[in-house]
C-alpha cells in the first residue's frame, strides 16, 4: 500500500514538474523509505555518462530548501550533470546528517551510498565523476563521506560545514587522496570559524586535507575582487596544489562573512556577493575524476595499528603497536598551524614536556612513508 501511494505520488510529481526537471522519489534503506529531489538538466539524453552532485541539507533545513537556497540548477543546464538532494532524518525533531552528532543508528553513509547504486540503474551517471557538497550540517557530511566513501565520492565541498572533533584524525579513514573545498565566514556564529568543544576550527580542517593528501603546506593567495562594497563582507582565496595523484585543497575564506550561502539568490545574514559559491564548487569539482585520483601507496600489508597513553598527557606518552618496531620508524607531530616536529622515541615513548598545550596529529613514518596517524592532547 506504501509503495502504491508513493509510485502514485512519484506520477504526479514528475509529470506536474516535468518542465522543471526536478523528481521527487525515495528509496527503501536501514528500516525506513528515504526520500530525494533530483534534478535532471533539460540537456540531458542519456547518450552520455555525466557527473553527480549530492546536495546536502543543513541541520533544521531540507532537501527543497536547499536546492532553492543553492540554486545550481542554471549551472547544471549548461554543464550537463544530475543533482540531487537527499532528505536527512530527524534528531530533536528537525532535519539532520548523522555525520557524529548523534547514536541514533541512522546510517546516512549507507543511505547515500545505496542512494548512487538507485539513481545510476536508472540514468547514466559517470561513477567516476560523483560528488559531495552541503551546507552546514550538509557541509559535515560531506567530510564524513570524503572520510568514509571516498571509494565513491571524487572530492567534496563543505559550505559552512566542519568535522567534529570525535571524528578528527585517527576517525577518518579515507583511502586516496581526496580534493576537498571549504567556504567559511570568519563571523559564522553557528559552525565558528575557530571551532569549539565539539567542532575542529576551519584552518585545522583544511589543514588536515592538506597534510593527507601532501598538498604544498604554503598556499597560493589572492583576494576576490571586491565587486560588492555593500555585502559587509569581503573573500579571500587559498589553493594548496600540488597534491598526490593530482590533489588540492582550497579554501574561500569570507571575512565577516556569516552562515551563510556565498552568492545565493537568498539572503540570511551576512552574505558574500563578490563569489558565487556554487560556481566556484563546479570549478573544482570539474577538474576532478575518482579513477585518476589513486592510492596514496599500496600500504596494505604496511600498515600498523597504533594507540598512545595517557591521553590527553602533560610530559610523556606510550605508544602500542601491533607490529614489531624498528629503527626505520620515525614519528611526526604536526600542530593545528601545520607546523611539523620530528621526533625520535626510545622504548615507544615520546616526550612532550618541551611542546605548548594543545591538539597535535601523531603521525608513524616508515622509511618517510606514513603507515599510522592518531590524535593527542597535550594537557
Known amino acids: 500500500m506504501i509503495k502504491q501511494l508513493l509510485f502514485s505520488l512519484l506520477l504526479v510529481i514528475t509529470v506536474s514538474f516535468k518542465a522543471q526537471t526536478t523528481i521527487v522519489d525515495s528509496i527503501y534503506t536501514g ?77 546516512d553513509i549507507s543511505f547515500l551510498s545505496n542512494l548512487i547504486d538507485s539513481l545510476s540503474a536508472q540514468y547514466n551517471i559517470n561513477p567516476n565523476r560523483i560528488y559531495s557538497t552541503g551546507m552546514s550540517n550538509g557541509g559535515f557530511m560531506s567530510h564524513t563521506l570524503a572520510c568514509e566513501l571516498s571509494n565513491r565520492i571524487a572530492a567534496i565541498a563543505s559550505v559552512t560545514g566542519s568535522i567534529f572533533i570525535t571524528q578528527y584524525g585517527s576517525n577518518c579513514h579515507p583511502t586516496r587522496p581526496v580534493p576537498v573545498m571549504q567556504i567559511s565566514g570568519t563571523a559564522d556564529g553557528t559552525v565558528p570559524y575557530a571551532g569549539n568543544t565539539t567542532m575542529e576550527p576551519i584552518d585545522t580542517v583544511v589543514k588536515y586535507w592538506v597534510r593527507y593528501n601532501n598538498c604544498n603546506t604554503t598556499p597560493s593567495f589572492s583576494n576576490v575582487p571586491n565587486t560588492n562594497t555593500t555585502d559587509g563582507c569581503t573573500a579571500e582565496h587559498y589553493r594548496y596544489l600540488n597534491g598526490n595523484s593530482g590533489s588540492s585543497v582550497e579554501l574561500y575564506k569570507i571575512i565577516g562573512g556569516g552562515h551563510t550561502w556565498p552568492g545565493s539568490p537568498y539572503t540570511t545574514g551576512v552574505t558574500n556577493r563578490d563569489m558565487n559559491a556554487s560556481k566556484e564548487i563546479w570549478r573544482f569539482f570539474s577538474k576532478y575524476s575518482l579513477n585518476t585520483l589513486t592510492a596514496v601507496a599500496d600500504l596494505t600489508d604496511n600498515k600498523i595499528r597504533l594507540s598512545v597513553y595517557p591521553n590527553p598527557s602533560c610530559s610523556k606518552i606510550h605508544l602500542i603497536f601491533e607490529k614489531q618496531m624498528n629503527s626505520t620508524y620515525t614519528v611526526v607531530l604536526t600542530d593545528v598551524l601545520g607546523n611539523k616536529t620530528i621526533s625520535e622515541f626510545k ?28 590524535k593527542i592532547i597535550k594537557q
Open 31 to 107: 528500516g525506513m523509505y528515504r526520500t530525494y529531489r533530483l534534478y535532471v538538466p533539460a540537456v540531458y539524453n542519456g547518450t552520455t555518462a555525466r557527473p553527480l552532485i549530492l546536495n546536502l541539507h543543513g541541520y533544521t533545513s531540507n532537501a527543497s530548501s536547499q536546492q532553492l537556497y543553492s540554486n545550481f540548477m542554471p549551472i547544471a543546464d549548461t554543464a550537463n550533470f544530475l543533482m540531487v538532494y537527499p532528505q536527512g532524518t530527524t534528531y530533536n525533531s528537525q532535519p539532520y546528517w548523522n555525520a557524529g552528532i548523534s547514536s541514533t543508528g541512522v546510517d
Open 347 to 374: 622504548e615507544n615513548s615520546l616526550n612532550l614536556e618541551q611542546l605548548s598545550s594543545g591538539i597535535y596529529i601523531l603521525s608513524l613514518l616508515k622509511n618517510g612513508v606514513e603507515v599510522a596517524q592518531t
